[in-house]
Nanobody
Framework: QVHLVESGGGLVQTGGSLRLSCVASGRSFSYIASGWFRQTPEKNREFVAG????????YYRSSVKGRFTISRDNAKNTLYLQMSSLNPEDTAVYYCASDTRGRTRDNPYLAIRLESRYDIWGQGTQVTVSS
């Protein structure tokens, strides 16, 4: 009953910035944590960033730490991914996801990084970074 819709992707030059948004809608919406994943033809879907439900903790894959910032506005039911200093290796389809079952709560440093712990997924938004 909860749907996630991503937006904000597009084409940018190396070194540029984009902000992705993920809006939740439906009859009800609750979750323990949310995250961003990305996927390319060369790689399996990989974890990008995660955030707890109250924004008290954030997690990032090493390659984006210091360049990407995950945040959420619960009043707007919206998750964000601010991406800066983009490079061609960041080109991918980006997906937002939420955990409505609490599966990311145990050992969150690990669990929030696991695709299988999320039950609600968006449709994806394409990010392309040109050289």
């Amino acid at each position: 009953q909860v749907h996630l819709v991503e937006s904000g992707g597009g084409l940018v030059q190396t070194g540029g910035s984009l902000r992705l948004s993920c809006v939740a809608s439906g009859r009800s919406f609750s979750y323990i944590a949310s995250g961003w994943f990305r996927q390319t033809p060369e790689k399996n879907r990989e974890f990008v960033a995660g955030i707890t439900s109250n924004s008290d903790s954030t997690y990032y894959r090493s390659s984006v730490k210091g360049r990407f910032t995950i945040s959420r506005d619960n009043a707007k039911n919206t998750l964000y991914l601010q991406m800066s200093s983009l490079n061609p290796e960041d080109t991918a389809v980006y997906y937002c996801a939420s955990d409505t079952r609490g599966r990311t709560r145990d050992n969150p440093y690990l669990a929030i990084r696991l695709e299988s712990r999320y039950d609600i997924w968006g449709q994806g938004t394409q990010v392309t970074v040109s050289s």
